[in-house]
């Protein structure tokens, strides 16, 4: 039975055919967004809002155009697309997050000390017997057949 010999790994072969991959972009796998961000389309969907032109609109243009997309998809993206955008030319300036702000009810909770000597209106409960009830230390009657207090 002949042996079968596995051929040399060439690094330059695996370099060669990897860069060829890389370079004609899987078309099939380019979502919606990223679509969105193509600067053609990106410029032309900030001319119609320029234009006092609503997202639904936007929208149902895209649509009619063959590129099905909800109103609120379509809004979402851009919001994000917008969102990156900003994010690239903010991490310059060092802007704070959302999660590096304190939240109000901290602020609130640290505004309002609390007195110590201060007690609360607290009254015990009543029970509406003249003689206040049973005692605490007194066992519950939780019934049965036969119990030697009710005697």
């Known amino acids: 039975m002949p042996t079968e010999t596995k051929p040399a790994f060439d690094a330059d072969k695996i370099v060669a055919a990897l860069d060829k991959l ?14 969105l961000k193509e600067p053609r389309i990106y410029e032309a969907i900030q001319k119609a ?58 602020a609130t909770a640290e505004a309002k000390p609390i007195a110590a000597t201060e007690k609360p209106d607290v009254k015990p409960a009543d029970s509406g017997k003249p003689d206040g009830g049973k005692k605490l230390t007194q066992a519950p009657n939780m019934g049965g057949a036969f119990n030697q207090n009710d005697l």
């Open 22 to 35: 890389a370079a004609t972009p899987n078309e099939s796998r380019v979502g919606l967004k990223e679509r």
């Open 49 to 106: 809002k320029a234009q006092k032109r609503t997202i639904a609109e936007i929208a149902d243009a895209m649509n009619a155009a063959g590129i099905e997309i909800k109103a609120g998809t379509l809004g979402l993206y851009l919001r994000e697309i917008e969102n990156e955008m900003k994010g690239a030319s903010d991490d310059k300036s060092g802007s704070k997050s959302k999660a590096d702000k304190p939240r109000k009810a901290a």
